[in-house]
């Protein structure tokens, strides 16, 4: 094959065995098939022959005729040439002055018939350097085997240094030799050091051979330290990287801000305003020409300061714009992506100039266009899809020496990106809740050392135990570590929170098998000493042994533990005073719970349900503030249906049936959890009863009892659940056979066989534990049964219960026998009753009260004063639903009351129940 004088030629001559036959065009791969093709692409068929012999036409026709050239070697199956290096420069000749269209056509000239062309280019800021290695790096990168290293200098030249080692695989050789330079080394030592890392790199260099684009600011630094030269002399970027440049045998162009000590270079010269023009409009095609002339303006003729903002216009439209590649923008671009994170965007200027080590005012336009101002010294990224995704260590720890100890998520965040785990696992230890503000960290801490991960575990632990999730991934795996750990004391307190799992689940006796001897606390801190001894409450609890558990939760008062398990303290020690009926330092204790999010809605939930137990109307906002923290916390599903469902039966005491219904069926709703869901059944099926809704009531009830009776899960809860739903069904029952809803007031004489069957059975299978649930289900049941049994079988059942330590219980066990003395008869011992009872806030309890006392005051024949405490109850607060209520009961007992009210069709008991419950 004869040589082709010119590339497209030998293009040509490749492409043709490849071409057979002919077409309608003529012979496939005839310089008549090509011109034909030509002008069918909208070209001219006679520049073919001017362009394939003598490499003359118009930078479009060759365009076209490349582009033709191109698409037939890719129907041929082969690899498309690069386009020759005349095209590049007809593109770069929109771009650069003069002196650098001469630099960049000798250099490809050169590379092109074979050569090693060696240039070094000299020019200020504001010269054009970085236009022409960019114009220089495209066309390099379109040549067979020429893709360039681009490798831009200037202040901390290690981390260009670094990555292009890397690249040329003898980085660790310039890692070990850069973590030998100290700044107490004597200069000379220095030097030599730095020079060994250039010599290293142009070595490795020569043995690649592609050719190297250089740009190099005036001054830089090496690891924080001047750059030195072989005698230890200070060095500008110039003078330090000349030994460098005569040591490379390959080609390369270096674009030096200054001149070398005695390299020959080529002076550059700032471009003209029109030169500036081509250049964006070049970069930028389709930029409006105002937005284009105002890009010339803001730069002036400061072709770095032009480049810089044409990359941040181009970055707008595209995020893969290189804009680090841009030494100037490079330092600012990397203190944005650290000290910007996306949850906390804004951050002090102050911190900006010290990273960056100039203030405001040195700032470039470009740099400038960077930022937006916040106020009050702040700043934040314009774009934040401009920033690298991380930035060097070294910004992190800046920023962590910056902020405060009070601003706890920069101090996380800074010391997580910073590798400062003492710091962060410090943070963590003070408050485990803090880990939510770092995502992730337990997967990236798999490759942290032993010590650490096992800290760092203790951490997740405490914190998914808060959650009650202990059955999370993290916990398990976290549990796991501490297991194993070779620490006793470490693996003493797995054991502990292992136990403390399964006393959450309600597994008690598993929990009491894992837990270590008492003994065994001394191996631990304080704070870990504190979370046994309130599992071993929670296990003494469960036994029944109350005023042990309350000791075990005096013993973990008195440690000095952790701020983060103060709350939980105070928490457990509401609890068992709830238990032993201390109720005011319940809530004292409840109502010293305040940090952690999720046990204060914990302790205002139990608030809430201890005021309830008491018949305080305070209980309704208690329980709202706990629902609503425990929600926003995230607290666990079945843990937000539970309280939700508790807050159902507080609405319904309070006689708001139809906010009980919707909060109901919202807790039916979220219940996952089996055993939850058939609680909520429970609540669901009173409520039903409540609302005189008999079949609805049994339609939940009778799941739910079935569930309870048969399950294997948590047996000592089941057992309580199941007896309190026989006497929910007892209530259904009692509705269904005697049209009595579960609503006060309740008064007797009353045939219901089913319900007292189910009464009198579960009465004899209540078991006689002093605890306020198992009291209260006594009560409850004993009530109910009395209004089915003459009047001297009630009292019998009741008169046991009268001195209750719980003054609710009390008043209701009270209100219950003086309705048994009001129907025996005994009406001034019944009114003496209900004299004797303290100031009541439950309305229910308001309305049994008054019933009895109607009761009562009728039968002694005092009739106006009667009617007169009728006629307080019909413009009284109490709920609509108790004052029907009230009317119904006393409809049957009272036929002299019907003489009062306007005629109607009604029966007395509704008429008298719609007179009570509508006043207007």
């Known amino acids: 094959m004869r040589e082709a004088s010119t590339p497209w030629l030998r293009y040509l001559e490749v492409l043709r065995p490849h071409l057979r036959g002919q077409d309608h065009r003529g012979k496939r791969g005839s310089l008549r098939w090509l011109e034909a093709l030509m002008a069918e692409r909208g070209g001219r068929a006679g520049t073919v022959r001017n362009i394939l012999y003598k490499d003359l036409g118009s930078p479009e026709e060759k365009e076209r005729l490349y582009g033709l050239i191109a698409d037939l070697y890719r129907e041929a199956g082969l690899k498309p ?424 689940a309600a597994l008690y006796k598993e929990a009491e098998g894992l837990l270590p001897p008492k003994e065994d606390l001394a191996l631990l801190d304080e704070t870990a000493q504190a979370e046994g001894l309130l599992v071993m409450a929670a296990v003494e609890r469960w036994k029944g042994d109350y005023e042990r558990a309350a000791r075990f939760v005096a013993e973990a008062e008195g440690l000095p533990v952790a701020p983060f398990l103060k709350d939980r303290v105070q928490l457990w020690r509401g609890l068992v005073a709830k238990d032993l ?121 009778v799941p739910a009892e079935a569930y309870f009776r048969t399950t294997p899960e948590r047996p000592k809860e089941a057992r309580y659940r199941h007896l309190r739903t026989l006497f929910r069904l007892g209530a259904a029952y009692l509705l269904l056979e005697a049209g009595q809803p579960y609503r006060a007031p309740f008064l007797g004489g009353l045939n219901a066989p089913t319900a007292q069957n189910l009464l009198q059975s579960l009465l004899a299978e209540i078991p006689e534990e002093p605890t306020d649930r198992y009291t209260a289900l006594r009560l409850d049941t004993a009530s109910l049964l009395a209004l089915l049994l003459p009047p001297e079988e009630g009292k019998a059942l009741l008169k046991p219960l009268l001195e209750l330590e719980n003054p609710y219980l009390r008043a209701q066990a009270r209100l219950g026998y003086a309705e048994c003395l009001a129907r025996e008869g005994s009406l001034g011992e019944a009114l003496a009753q209900i004299v004797a009872l303290p100031p009541l806030e439950d309305p229910g309890l308001l309305a049994q009260a008054r019933a009895v006392e109607v009761l009562a005051l009728l039968g002694l024949g005092e009739r106006e004063a009667a009617w007169q405490k009728l006629l307080e109850v019909r413009q009284s607060p109490l709920p609509q639903a108790f004052r029907f209520q009230l009317g119904r009961a006393l409809g049957r007992f009272c036929p002299e009351l019907g003489k009062r009210l306007p005629p109607t069709p009604l029966a007395l008991p509704e008429a008298l129940g719609f007179h009570l419950a509508n006043p207007d």
Do not use: C
């Open 581 to 701: 009926g201390r109720y005011e330092e319940a809530l004292a204790a409840l109502g010293q719970v305040g940090h952690d999010p999720l046990l204060l809605g914990r302790a205002r939930y139990q608030m809430g349900d201890l005021l309830m137990r008491l018949g305080r109307l305070e209980a309704k906002v208690r329980m709202e503030e706990g629902l609503k923290a425990l929600e926003e916390a995230g607290a666990p599903k079945d843990e937000v249906a539970r309280v939700r469902a508790r807050y159902a039966t507080l609405l319904r005491r309070l006689g708001l049936y139809e906010e009980a219904e919707e909060a109901i069926q919202k807790a039916l709703a979220e219940a996952e959890d089996p055993f939850t869901r058939a609680r909520v059944q429970s609540e669901a099926g009173i409520l039903e009863a409540a609302r005189g809704r008999p079949f609805e009531a049994l339609a939940h009830l």
């Open 81 to 504: 040439p690069p386009p020759p290096a005349e095209l590049f420069l007809e593109s770069a000749r929109k771009v650069l002055g003069r002196d650098k269209r001469r630099i960049f056509r000798r250099f490809l000239r050169e590379l092109e018939v074979g050569g090693r062309p060696q240039m070094v280019v000299v020019g200020g800021p504001a010269t054009g350097k970085g236009v022409l290695l960019s114009a220089l790096a495209r066309a390099l990168s379109a040549l067979p085997h020429q893709e360039p290293h681009v490798l831009n200098l200037g202040g901390e030249v290690a981390q260009a240094l670094i990555p292009l080692a890397e690249g040329l695989g003898v980085g660790e050789e310039v890692r070990a030799l850069l973590a030998q330079l100290s700044p107490t080394q004597p200069y000379a030592l220095q030097g030599a050091l730095q020079q060994e890392v250039l010599a290293l790199l142009a070595e490795a260099l020569n043995r690649e051979g592609r050719p190297l684009l250089l740009r190099a600011e005036a001054e830089g630094t090496l690891e924080g330290l001047p750059l030195r030269g072989p005698d230890g002399g200070q060095r500008g970027l110039a003078a330090w990287l000349e030994p460098f440049l005569r040591k490379l045998k390959g080609p390369y162009l270096a674009a030096l801000s200054e001149a070398p000590p005695t390299l020959p270079y080529q002076p550059l010269s700032p471009p003209s305003r029109e030169e500036a023009r081509r250049f964006v409009r070049e970069k930028l095609p389709h930029l409006p020409p105002e937005r284009l002339e105002a890009l010339v303006n803001q730069a002036g003729r400061n072709f770095g300061e032009l480049s810089r903002l044409v990359l941040l216009e181009a970055a707008k439209h595209d995020p893969q714009t290189p804009l680090q590649d841009d030494p100037t923008l490079r330092p600012l671009l990397q203190a944005l992506a650290a000290f910007s994170p996306e949850a906390d965007p804004a951050f002090p200027l102050v911190l900006l100039e010290k990273a960056l080590g100039k203030p405001l005012e040195k700032l470039s336009q470009a740099e400038r266009a960077l930022l937006d101002w916040v106020g009050e010294g702040l700043v934040r990224p314009a774009l934040r899809s401009l920033l690298p995704e991380e930035a060097p260590k070294a910004l992190h720890l800046l920023a962590l020496e910056h902020f405060p100890r009070e601003n706890t998520f920069r101090k996380l965040y800074h010391a997580r990106k910073a590798g400062e785990r003492g710091v962060l696992l410090e943070l963590l230890q003070e408050d485990p809740a803090r880990l939510a503000l770092l995502p992730g960290l337990w997967e990236e801490a798999q490759a942290w050392p032993r010590e650490d991960l096992e800290a760092l575990a203790g951490v997740v632990v405490r914190y998914r135990a808060v959650l009650g999730q202990y059955a999370h991934p993290e916990a398990e795996a976290a549990l796991r570590v501490l297991s194993e750990s070779q620490n006793p004391s470490l693996r003493t307190w797995a054991r502990i929170k292992a136990a403390e799992a399964k006393a959450d």
